[in-house]
Each structure stands twice: as C-alpha cells, then as structure tokens.
C-alpha cells in the first residue's frame, strides 16, 4: 500500500481523508470498468464468441484498471474479481460460482496467471513513465537553477535563485545563512505562498545550523541528531569548503528520495556558484593589489632616476654660487639663477601633480565648482606657464566673449598648464600653440592644439595611461613622468566631462576637453 501523500503543513485528518477518497475513485473505476467488460461480453456471447474472446476481455478491463487507478492493489484485486465474474457470469451452471467442467480449474488459474501478469506490466509501465518524467523535471529544474545561478553576481543574488528554485522544488519554507567558514552572516528566510508562518530563526534552530556548519553534516528536523528542530539543515559546500547553511521547513513530513536527490544536486551548484564568485573577488583584489604594486614600483622608479637629474643641477648651481659667486660675471649668475629656478618650477609642478593625481584617484577630493569665465581661467594658467613658452607663440581664441563653465577654477587652471606645458615641451621653438573654447549647447569645449611632430596613432590609446610615457622622449634634459595627461583625464571626469586626443591638419596634435556651461545666478 502506498504512503500518505502528506504535504507540508496540511493536517493528518485532511491526510486520511484524501486517502480514502482517492481509494474509493480507485474502487469505483474498477467497478465501471469490470461491468463494462461483463457487457461487452454477453454481447459476445449472445453473438456465439468462444470463451477465449470473453477472458481477453476481463484481461483488457484488468490492463485499463492497471492504468487508470493508483493503487497496485486494485490490479491485484481486479485479477481475482474478474476470474470470480467470468465464472459466475459465463460458465455453467450460470450465477453461481459453481462449475461442472474441471477444466474451467485450469481455465481459471491462466486467467488469473494471464491478467495479473498484464496488471504488473501495466504497473510497472505506468512507474516507469513516473521515474522518467521525474527525471525530465530534474534535468529541467536543474538546467533552470544552473542559468539563474550564473547570472547572479554576488552571494545574495545567488543564493535568492536557489532558493527560488528549492522553494518551486520542496513547496516548503527555507531560510538561509552565509557563512565566511567560520561564522554564520544573518539569516535570509523564504516562505512558500501557504506558509504558516512558523519561527525558523529562534536561538535554538540557530544552535543546529552553527552545528552543521562546525561539523559539515546535516542534522535536525528527520535526522539522528539535534532532531527536535523544526527544520532539516544542510551545508552548501564544495568539498570541505562550506559556503552556508540551508533550512528547510519539515513539519513533521519528511522528504522522499527523488526531492532529496535534487536538493542535494541544487546545493552543490549553489556552493560552485558561490565558490565562483568568491574566486573571482580575490583574482579582481589580486589584480587591483599587483596595479597598485606595479604603480607604486614604476613612481619610485620614476622618481629616483628622474628626480636626480633637477636635484643634481639645483644642488651644483648652489654650490657654484656660494663657492664662486664673486669669480662669475653678471650674466653667468644670471644664467645659474635661472636654470635653478626652472629645475625648482619643474619640481614644484610634479609633486602638485602627484599630490592631485593621489587626492582624486583615491576620490578624497572635494570640487568646489562654481560658474567661471573660461577667458580669465585660462589667462591665470598662462601666468604660471613655463619660462620656454616665450619661443613658442601662444594664442588664445573664442567664439564668443564671455563663455561660462561650471568648474573647479584651481583644477582647471592645473589641467590648462598641463596641456600647454606639455605641447611645449614636445614641439621645437617656434612653434604655434592654440587655446580655442566654444560653447555647444550646455557643454563648453576647450582644444589645445599645436603645429609639432604629433603624436604617432599606436600611442593614442594609451596617452592618458598614468606613467605611460610613449616612447620615453627625453624633453628639457629630463624624462617625463606620465603623470600630466593621466591627471588632466582625471581632472576632466572628476567634473563629468570628456577629453580627447585627435590630429592636428598638416601636422600636430589637438586636446580637447568639455565642461559644463555655466550659469549665473541673479539675486534682486
């Protein structure tokens, strides 16, 4: 006989009375179908039909009895009933379960033979069928929780599918703890639609879970140990590594093979999902700490063998002054006065640029924006441009006289001394450099351009790279640090705007950068 389709949460009474009914349809399609072959066969009877037609009859009613019904006591029992009607019906003496012929014993033990044989067969037909369409929904639920779950790019997300799936699976309520191998994170609990509300997370369905987890078995609710629990607690784990624990809401019912099997194949995706995710955290920390130790080794780098060169000169100028100050003429001294303060000026534009580079990648810096006339901006980078930029020409154009952008004036001063020192260290004497801006609906846009060599196309990509250099051109005897074209990106998106590199029609190159127009506000 077959166990009690007990669902979760659902009363035994409700149980034994769904029982009951469901033997009762058992027994009444038994009945109709045993009549409808006695029918059939006084028809074949009256019609003159062997005995033979009549007993495939009664075995084809035991073949759909088989089918129909649920209990594999109703094929056994209608094997039986249909030899008794057969002989009551249809031998002699007629209505009586009498018989005169002792063959008829032979006859009916085949019958028997014959139709419970083709009762089992149906039987197990019908099994078959059952273990293969759970199979298909195995495979299927599984193929459903493997795409959910490689969508899910954190452990919340993942672990809200499978218990998304788990949920559709059991029809029962979960709840959920991450865990970092040691410790359990906060509980996640998921109910069914019907749920009944019950406490899962109390201090001592809590102590089971920190067990499992400490032990990597499953106990509770339906197991050997810690069994007063409400729920069944498994690890989700992959190997002996376990990645959290899972609680499932038994209530007294427990689970059968086929949702144990699946729940076991859904928990070990669960872990390979989690264990996915956390592999690829530390390859992305791993990948940011060797940047940064790769950053941090080129700066020190750079540095040291850069830095000697204007520390070197400054330091011997001094010493020629102090030693030899009286034995130089006036425009020697005059010379040394000012190669020192061009070393100093360099220096002292490095380290604002390394300071800035450091405040806004690691975002401690705090715009202070406000509308500014690009004219008086960039007129205020111009003072502080380097002394070679009188063998350049600079000039300065606009669409218009007075266009406003939104800015940090300090940062944007910085970025347009960047650009321009930069085309003029890289371009010879004489050459022309242009600052142009105009406005284009609520973006107002700044080119610097100059007539150089250019820059080659290989290079662009990596231009505003921090430390990329090019091709390590040596420029005012000294190596540039890669450090002007990274800030003034960085400069630009801190204010949500964009720069780009383009070439410059016969030859050189432009950079243009945009800002946010900027709008004044009237206070009468």
């Known amino acids: 006989m077959e166990r009690f389709n007990k669902k979760p949460g659902q009363p035994l009474v409700d149980v034994v009375a ?39 009859v009664y075995i084809f009613g035991v073949l759909v009895i088989s089918i129909i019904t649920t209990s594999r006591l109703c094929g056994l029992i209608s094997s039986l009933v249909s030899v008794l009607v057969f002989n009551f019906f249809f031998t002699i003496p007629r209505f009586t379960f009498h018989f005169y012929d002792p063959d008829y014993l032979v006859t009916f033990t085949i019958m028997f033979m014959v139709a419970l044989l083709t009762g089992t067969l149906a ?59 040691k410790e359990l994170s906060t509980p996640g609990i998921y109910r069914t639609t019907d749920s009944d509300g019950a406490d899962l997370v109390s201090e001592a369905e809590q102590a089971v879970a920190i067990w499992v987890l400490r032990h990597k078995k499953h106990a509770g609710a339906g197991t050997d140990t810690l069994n007063n629990a409400k729920c069944l607690y498994l690890a989700i784990r992959n190997n002996q590594k376990v990645y959290g624990v899972v609680g499932i809401s038994m209530n007294e019912v427990p689970l059968d093979a086929f949702e144990n099997s699946v729940l076991l194949a859904i928990l070990g995706e669960c872990a390979l999902a989690l264990e996915n995710i956390k592999n690829a955290r530390e390859k992305e920390e791993a990948a940011i ?46 010379q040394i006065f000012a190669d020192i303060y061009d070393d100093s000026m360099w220096l002292i534009n490095l380290v604002e640029n390394l300071l800035a580079v ?13 509308p500014e006339l690009m004219d008086e901006v960039i007129s205020e980078a111009l003072r502080h441009i380097n002394r070679r930029s009188v063998e350049h020409t ?23 001394i960047n650009l321009v020192d930069n085309a003029i260290k890289y371009t010879p004497a004489g050459s022309v450099i242009e600052i142009h ?42 190596r540039s640090l890669g450090l002007g074209l990274s800030l003034c990106k960085s400069i630009v998106t801190a204010h949500g705007g964009t720069i780009s590199i383009s070439d410059n029609q016969p030859h050189g190159t432009i950079f243009t950068f945009t800002l946010p127009t900027g709008e004044v506000d009237i206070h009468e």
Do not use: W
């Open 18 to 56: 769904g029982y009951i009914k469901s033997i009762a349809r058992d027994i009444g399609k038994s009945f109709l179908v045993l009549l409808a072959a006695t029918l059939i066969g006084y028809t074949f009877c009256s019609l003159g039909f062997t005995e033979a037609n009549l007993i495939a």
């Open 123 to 181: 039987t197990k037909l019908k099994e078959n069928a059952r273990q293969s369409a759970r199979a298909a929904f195995r495979t299927k639920i599984l193929f459903e929780t493997n795409q959910l779950l490689q969508k899910g790019q954190d452990e919340q997300s993942v672990v809200k599918a499978a218990a998304g799936q788990l949920i559709k699976l059991l029809k029962r309520d979960l709840v959920i703890y991450l865990s970092d191998g």
């Open 289 to 334: 700490l060797a940047k940064n130790e790769q950053l941090r080794a080129n700066l020190l780098r750079a540095i040291s063998h850069d830095l000697r060169t204007p520390l070197t000169s400054i330091s011997g100028n001094a010493s020629n002054l102090l030693f030899n100050y009286q034995k130089l003429d006036e425009s020697t001294r005059g």
């Open 358 to 370: 450091t405040r806004i990648e690691e975002g401690r810096i705090n715009l202070k924006q406000s």
């Open 394 to 416: 600079i000039r300065v154009t606009s669409t218009q006289d007075l266009i406003l952008a939104q800015m940090d004036a300090k940062l944007i001063v910085q970025l347009v």
């Open 437 to 478: 801006t105009e406005q284009k609906d609520k973006l107002v846009f700044v080119s610097v351009s100059d007539n150089g060599p250019g820059i080659p196309d290989e290079q662009k990509p990596r231009i505003f790279d921090m430390f990329y250099t090019g091709t390590n051109k040596v420029a005012d005897s000294r």
